[in-house]
């Protein structure tokens, strides 16, 4: 069985450990598109493995996996980690804690985030108001 075979094994059985290992030994960023895909699985492996902490540790130099955290964390409605990204800059996580807030009807909140946390981020107003009826005088 190859590599690639036993991966997709592990990944079915769950033993993500298993699975992490094989794909990661061949995973590489911005390289062929079969290593850069190997990259982009073994991203979404650690996310479905809950290895959040290690997903976080390479979005500080990854944007790759700075969207997959966010995307993680917006799947797992933890509104308290977007908002720690979001304050520290990353404006993936305004939007995906924008998205969320919106799909929640909670459109005051996120109106409330989006001025204090990038109250001039055009888009992140125009995230706020896909879900709702724009403020008065932004557009």
């Given at each position: 069985?190859?590599?690639?075979?036993?991966?997709?094994?592990?990944?079915?059985?769950?033993?993500?450990?298993?699975?992490?290992a094989l794909v990661s030994a061949h995973a590489e960023p911005y390289a062929d598109s079969d290593r850069?895909?190997?990259?982009?699985?073994?991203?979404?492996?650690?996310?479905?493995?809950?290895?959040?902490?290690?997903?976080?540790?390479?979005?500080?130099?990854?944007?790759?996996?700075?969207?997959?955290?966010?995307?993680?964390?917006?799947?797992?409605?933890?509104?308290?980690?977007?908002?720690?990204?979001?304050?520290?800059?990353?404006?993936?996580?305004?939007?995906?804690?924008?998205?969320?807030?919106?799909?929640?009807?909670?459109?005051?909140?996120?109106?409330?985030?989006?001025?204090?946390?990038?109250?001039?981020?055009?888009?992140?107003?125009e995230v706020v108001a896909e879900y709702g009826a724009p403020e008065s005088g932004t557009r």
């Open positions: 069985m190859k590599w690639f075979e036993e991966a997709q094994e592990a990944e079915r059985r769950e033993d993500w450990d298993t699975a992490i850069h895909d190997c990259h982009l699985w073994h991203l979404d492996l650690l996310a479905r493995a809950d290895r959040l902490p290690e997903l976080a540790e390479r979005a500080t130099t990854c944007v790759h996996a700075r969207r997959r955290l966010n995307r993680s964390l917006r799947e797992r409605g933890n509104e308290t980690a977007l908002r720690e990204r979001a304050d520290d800059g990353d404006r993936g996580a305004l939007y995906a804690l924008l998205r969320l807030l919106g799909e929640a009807h909670r459109i005051g909140e996120a109106r409330r985030v989006v001025a204090e946390v990038d109250p001039d981020n055009a888009y992140a107003r």
